[in-house]
């Protein structure tokens, strides 16, 4: 159940909540972390950010096309006004954040086979601004920043994918790359400034009838950031759809579920309780296709949001076969 601040009651059973919370964010601000990920909204890890874009894919993501060349185009736009703590409860006294990413995407679909599989490689190049603000409790002043550029690169040059009569399967291993501009000391960055190493395992059943459900499952892990010190955990998370396609049309429900599975450190000890991420997005997706190409338009809400931002994103996605 979605939690947007502590009423008066849970303060009077919490005595010095309100302090420690100030606390907690003062310590967490003193990073200077920034809060996006490489390709866009996606907000526990450091500064309740992480790599992977979440909700990102949508229908038929576990269906590797055939043999040749795509491009694909991802514009989001994530906003949010609040950052939970891992009560649920307001970990800034305010905070504003707004992301907005354009993703070019390269696919190549090689004639190979390996385990009965095809074999594909693709490449992300994110292009991000970011604009941030926030004031840490007690009400000191308004902190804000904005910063524009190159995020930070994925490769993966061994995707596999299988096909059967009602079901695709597609596993890979995507590489995030710390390409993007990085500063330990300010509010907003392009870059994470950190390796990332993501095994992903996609997953679609579409019947006869038209109905469809998908799935892609990720499990990043981080290396540590060396100018902070600072070492994200480990993340389970997962987009997911649930559609019917008519004709030209695919219409559905989706989004994704997030959890982060080990504590954050900082130079080698945990950092305060671990600061463990959580959130769950839902929302409407819609889908055109025409000839060689499709357009998807999707919006997730957020809720059940622990130690990161809460918010929104709007995506707009267009795909080329070539």
Same mark, same amino acid.
């Given at each position: 159940?979605?939690?947007?601040?502590?009423?008066?009651?849970?303060?009077?059973?919490?005595?010095?909540?309100?302090?420690?919370?100030?606390?907690?964010?003062?310590?967490?601000?003193?990073?200077?972390?920034?809060?996006?990920?490489?390709?866009?909204?996606?907000?526990?890890?450091?500064?309740?950010?992480?790599?992977?874009?979440?909700?990102?894919?949508?229908?038929?993501?576990?269906?590797?096309?055939?043999?040749?060349?795509?491009?694909?185009?991802?514009?989001?736009?994530?906003?949010?006004?609040?950052?939970?703590?891992?009560?649920?409860?307001?970990?800034?006294?305010?905070?504003?954040?707004?992301?907005?990413?354009?993703?070019?995407?390269?696919?190549?679909?090689?004639?190979?086979?390996?385990?009965?599989?095809?074999?594909?490689? =693709?490449?992300?190049?994110?292009?991000?601004?970011?604009?941030?603000?926030?004031? *840490?409790?007690?009400?000191?002043?308004?902190?804000?920043?904005?910063?524009?550029?190159?995020?930070?690169?994925?490769?993966?040059?061994? *995707?596999?994918?299988? =096909?059967?009569?009602?079901? =695709? *399967?597609?596993?890979?291993?995507?590489?995030?790359?710390?390409?993007?501009?990085?500063?330990?000391?300010?509010?907003?960055?392009?870059?994470?400034?950190?390796?990332?190493?993501?095994?992903?395992?996609?997953?679609?059943?579409?019947?006869?009838?038209?109905?469809?459900?998908?799935?892609?499952?990720?499990?990043? *892990?981080?290396?540590?950031?060396?100018?902070?010190?600072?070492?994200?955990?480990?993340?389970?998370?997962?987009?997911?759809?649930?559609?019917?396609?008519?004709?030209?049309?695919?219409?559905?429900?989706?989004?994704?579920?997030?959890?982060?599975?080990?504590?954050?450190?900082?130079?080698?000890?945990?950092?305060?309780?671990?600061?463990?991420?959580?959130?769950?997005?839902?929302?409407?997706?819609?889908?055109?296709?025409?000839?060689?190409?499709?357009?998807?338009?999707?919006?997730?809400?957020?809720?059940?949001?622990?130690?990161?931002?809460?918010?929104?994103?709007?995506?707009?996605?267009?795909?080329?076969?070539?």
């Amino acid at each position: 159940m979605q939690r947007t601040s502590l009423c008066a009651g849970e303060r009077e059973r919490k005595p010095g909540t309100d302090r420690h919370r100030g606390g907690r964010a003062a310590i967490i601000a003193g990073l200077a972390a920034a809060v996006l990920t490489a390709g866009g909204p996606g907000l526990a890890t450091e500064g309740g950010g992480s790599h992977y874009p979440n909700g990102a894919e949508d229908f038929m993501v576990g269906a590797l096309p055939p043999p040749g060349n795509y491009f694909i185009n991802y514009l989001s736009w994530y906003s949010a006004d609040t950052f939970r703590d891992d009560d649920g409860g307001r970990l800034f006294e305010d905070f504003d954040l707004d992301v907005v990413a354009n993703t070019f995407r390269f696919i190549h679909v090689t004639e190979h086979k390996l385990f009965g599989a095809n074999w594909a490689l =693709h490449a992300f190049v994110p292009l991000v601004n970011v604009d941030v603000s926030r004031r *840490i409790a007690p009400p000191f002043a308004r902190e804000s920043d904005d910063r524009f550029g190159l995020g930070d690169i994925i490769v993966d040059p061994f *995707i596999l994918g299988w =096909h059967g009569k009602d079901w =695709h *399967i597609t596993t890979g291993l995507d590489i995030y790359l710390p390409t993007g501009s990085y500063d330990k000391d300010r509010l907003a960055n392009p870059g994470r400034n950190y390796w990332t190493f993501e095994p992903v395992l996609a997953l679609t059943y579409l019947s006869p009838a038209g109905f469809e459900a998908s799935a892609k499952l990720m499990y990043a *892990i981080n290396t540590e950031n060396h100018a902070t010190d600072y070492h994200s955990g480990q993340e389970f998370h997962a987009d997911y759809t649930l559609g019917y396609h008519t004709g030209p049309w695919s219409l559905g429900v989706g989004g994704y579920y997030y959890q982060q599975t080990t504590d954050d450190e900082l130079n080698g000890q945990t950092f305060l309780d671990g600061f463990r991420g959580r959130a769950f997005a839902i929302g409407p997706q819609v889908k055109y296709s025409h000839k060689n190409m499709a357009f998807t338009a999707k919006y997730h809400a957020e809720t059940a949001v622990e130690n990161r931002p809460e918010g929104g994103s709007l995506w707009l996605k267009f795909l080329y076969a070539f």
